[in-house]
């Protein structure tokens, strides 16, 4: 059953963090980040209602899987992370591009016409028919209400180090999780509280997931995941 898959699943996630010595925060990404790895982010405010106890999962991910990719996971976090100075780069992160989607839907910032537009801010703004400096300066407070929204979350990590590319464990490991996790068109477990943001978004997979991502939440997962789960905690575990 999927329940029980779940439940072993965050008990395992409970014996990574209780390896890390808890959960971390964005703003303050320390040395014990690996090069390459898993992340899993916790969202307090968000309860388990039907595996346990604790704050729920609402993001996993990973980086470097194209071949030849030379992104690390602190890269990758940093991106999500944003500007020191609470700004960031929403093009430069899907995390941020759903979340920001989110807090525009929701009315909870001022609107935002050029946000998700263009892969690079140059062309967003000739696309617009504006000044690139115009696009930057109206985008930054979505920026700043990201950063801030994504302070308060905390992440565990899982170190797997191998090769980049679309095979790699990394992956598989990112994509098996999520359709463990998603709820999107199955019955609902450790479903998004109503005040979740996610469900402010206009992206269909995410607030039927349950989860800030949209690749894999339409899969379903093999249990057999679990067990080279646990083998790979066990591997942090000895280090």
């Not at 963090?17 to 980040?33: D, K, R, V």
């Amino acid at each position: 059953m999927r329940l029980d898959d779940l439940q072993q699943f965050y008990s395992l996630m409970d014996r990574l963090i209780h390896i890390q010595g808890g959960l971390s925060h964005l703003a303050e990404m320390g040395p014990s980040i690996p090069k390459r790895g898993v992340y899993f982010f916790f969202d307090d405010r968000e309860p388990r209602s039907d595996s346990g106890s604790g704050p729920r999962i609402v993001r996993i991910g990973t980086h470097a899987l194209t071949a030849g990719s030379a992104s690390s996971l602190r890269q990758r976090l940093a991106q999500h992370r944003g500007k020191r100075g609470g700004g960031g780069n929403h093009r430069g992160s899907i995390f941020r591009l759903l979340v920001g989607q989110a807090l525009l839907s929701s009315g909870a910032i001022p609107a935002s016409l050029s946000w998700g537009v263009k892969g690079d801010p140059a062309k967003a703004a000739l696309a617009l028919g504006i000044a690139r400096d115009e696009l930057t300066a109206s985008e930054l407070p979505v920026e700043e209400a990201v950063s801030s929204y994504l302070s308060r979350l905390s992440f565990a990590r899982l170190s797997i180090v191998d090769e980049p590319g679309p095979e790699s464990l990394r992956g598989t490991m990112e994509q098996q999780s999520i359709a463990l996790l998603t709820n999107f068109e199955r019955p609902k477990l450790d479903p998004a509280t109503p005040s979740w943001l996610g469900l402010a978004s206009n992206r269909p997979l995410v607030v039927g997931s349950g989860l800030w991502n949209q690749r894999h939440v339409t899969e379903k997962h093999d249990p057999a995941f679990l067990l080279t789960l646990s083998q790979l905690i066990d591997q942090q575990e000895s280090r």
